[in-house]
């Protein structure tokens, strides 16, 4: 991935305030010299968030989060640092320059290059979709009477008409000086070696709906098909849907539709709703479900589910009534299960759609099936074995097998024998069967080889930090930088305790600071492995330094760490020469002398300053 140059860094570091980007998650009162509010994270009635606006910096006690400006964007936003980093600058007009190198110029130009025409063409099929022509009209006509929908909705969304003729979209990005090479990669146009004068359009006569990426930004279209207005001639006329191609920044099975949208609203409250189609999701979004998302016109993908356990692990799937609607239900089950999703399936009536159901019957259908919804384990026995408890012994036998290869080498052995339970009851199985199932799935794992999921993003700081010398060191080398140095000088890396967090992170710095790559706090994140290391850090820089005199402060940890470097030695020597044999003279007065060597560093301990 391209990296930002760290000048752009540091300036939306400088001029966008934490206090504003959080304001709109949270209302924040001033307490002192920072602000307070509640948890944006987590559920909670006592406020414990807490922003240091003279830092930029935050910590939630609820949920051990702790981190800058970025780190609150990448965790409320679940995006990537480069991501949140590229949502700022655009949302506060802050232009942005990449390292050269970094992915190579050349590819960024060109990405950059890509998101502009998709930027343009938007707004050029948008204004299609608005013009005062018999095509627009009827086109318009389709979209409100045929299809139930609204011009607001229209707006809002962008959705815009490829006109059935001409070039004008290609000259117009012509004129704009885009490169030959991200015209022929954008996807937009039909295109060969003999140059851009041969580009033909990929799409026309089509309704035209944007495709976004997490950020907002066009990178795909979704073109459906006009009977009266899609040309006889259109190669992809037999399809009703037709995609934009894979592109350099469009990967259909690493994206969502309407995700950009839904991960705004997505709560504890409220999950995820999956339907099968763009069009499916609008109208979920028209009616105040919000969190609706979609495939790209294919089955959904493993990237894709990935992607939604970034925002939740609750997903709503109203699927389509018909056969395909439960085949695809049963193909994603075992994936979901696998991804650790929570799926519950809403029913729908056989040749009925998210899109019929609301235009029929309003928001109030939805919910009235929302209250008949299934299970996962439900929903698949109806699938596989319809007549429940009354479906012969074969019928029973072969459902429950299926279910069961779900769960092979499932993470976590409890969830699988709660629904595998589940399913014998349902089936109404002997408890003996189900047990001897269970035996064999027991094989090879126990609950203690479950991996909880994301638990470092929640870790806390022991109550008693302060009692370590290791801790005491890191706190004044990240609020007293001007004593960094002096810290790396006196400090030996014998004497710390890397296994511990905060001894490790320690020794990473110091070790950075005497090769004079430290540039202080403002780039400390590249130095950072996990969530568990940046809360950390970020824990620490949110709070005030407590020494009144830290150089002094300083000066008592090199001695602490000191003294207790000497005593272990002392130990390992002690064992060491309880255990030599007598006859081994040379081995012995080594020791012996080493051991006469520490004694005397105890007596005269060196002088750090």
């Not at 990448?74 to 390292?99: D, G, P, R």
């Not at 011009?151 to 962008?158: P, V």
């Not at 001897?436 to 126990?446: C, D, E, P, Q």
Request: charged share 25%; with cysteine; hydrophobic share 35%.
């Amino acid at each position: 991935m391209p990296l930002i140059q760290r000048q752009c860094i540091e300036e939306i570091r400088q001029r966008v305030s934490l206090v504003d980007v959080a304001g709109t998650y949270v209302q924040l009162k001033r307490a002192g010299s920072q602000f307070r509010g509640l948890s944006p994270f987590s559920q909670e009635k006592s406020p414990s968030f807490f922003i240091h606006p003279e830092k930029n910096v935050f910590k939630c006690y609820s949920s051990g989060n702790a981190g800058d400006l970025f780190r609150f964007v990448q965790l409320k936003e679940n995006l990537t640092f480069n991501e949140a980093v590229e949502s700022l600058a655009k949302q506060y007009s802050i232009s942005l320059s990449y390292e050269e190198g970094s992915g190579t110029g050349e590819s960024m130009s060109l990405r950059k290059e890509l998101l502009s025409i998709h930027e343009l063409a938007t707004e050029y099929f948008h204004k299609a979709f608005l013009a005062d022509n018999p095509q627009a009209q009827s086109l318009r006509t389709y979209w409100q009477e045929e299809r139930g929908f609204t011009l607001e909705l229209a707006a809002e969304y962008k959705v815009g008409f490829a006109p059935t003729g001409g070039r004008n979209l290609l000259d117009g990005l012509q004129k704009k000086g885009f490169s030959e090479e991200a015209l022929m990669q954008c996807g937009l146009f039909y295109a060969n070696n003999r140059g851009a004068q041969s580009f033909k359009a990929r799409f026309r006569g089509r309704l035209m709906i944007p495709i976004r990426d997490v950020q907002g930004r066009v990178v795909a279209f979704t073109a459906r098909l006009l009977k009266d207005l899609t040309p006889k001639d259109d190669p992809t006329r037999e399809a009703k849907y037709v995609n934009s191609p894979e592109t350099p920044i469009f990967s259909k099975s690493n994206l969502l539709f309407g995700l950009e949208v839904a991960r705004k609203h997505v709560n504890e409250e409220t999950p995820l709703l999956l339907v099968e189609g763009q069009l499916d999701a609008l109208r979920c979004h028209s009616h105040g479900f919000l969190t609706a998302i979609a495939p790209q016109g294919t089955s959904v993908t493993e990237q894709q589910l990935v992607l939604m356990r970034r925002y939740t692990t609750r997903i709503d799937c109203i699927l389509d009534g018909d056969s395909a609607g439960q085949k695809a239900a049963m193909r994603l089950l075992p994936m979901a299960l696998k991804a650790g999703l929570s799926l519950k399936f809403i029913p729908l009536a056989p040749g009925q759609d998210p899109d019929t159901l609301l235009k029929e019957g309003g928001k109030e259908a939805l919910e009235t099936l929302n209250d008949k919804a299934l299970d996962a384990m439900e929903f698949a026995v109806k699938s596989l074995a319809p007549k429940g408890m009354s479906a012969s012994a074969d019928e029973k036998e072969r459902a429950f097998r299926t279910l069961f290869e779900f769960f092979q080498g499932s993470e976590s052995l409890t969830s699988a024998e709660i629904n595998l339970k589940k399913v014998g009851n349902l089936l109404g199985m002997y408890e003996y069967t189900v047990d001897k199932a269970l035996s064999h799935l027991r094989i090879g794992g126990n609950e203690n080889n479950t991996k909880p999921i994301n638990q470092e993003g929640v870790t806390q700081l022991p109550s008693s930090k302060l009692t370590t010398a290791e801790y005491q060191l890191l706190l004044v080398l990240l609020t007293h930088e001007e004593l960094a140095a002096t810290i790396a000088q006196h400090t030996n890396p014998e004497w710390i305790d890397t296994d511990c967090p905060h001894g490790s992170l320690l020794n990473r710095f110091i070790a950075e600071i005497k090769e004079d790559l430290w540039h202080g706090t403002e780039s400390i994140d590249e130095l950072l492995e996990t969530e568990k290391e940046h809360n950390i850090v970020y824990s620490i820089l949110a709070e005030e330094c407590p020494f009144r005199d830290p150089k002094r402060a300083v000066k008592q940890c090199l001695e602490a760490l000191h003294a207790t470097f000497v005593e272990n030695r002392k130990k390992e020597l002690s064992r060491k020469l309880s255990q030599t044999e007598s006859n081994d003279f040379d081995t012995l007065k080594q020791l012996q002398l080493e051991r006469i060597t520490l004694r005397n560093e105890l007596k005269n301990p060196p002088q750090f300053f």
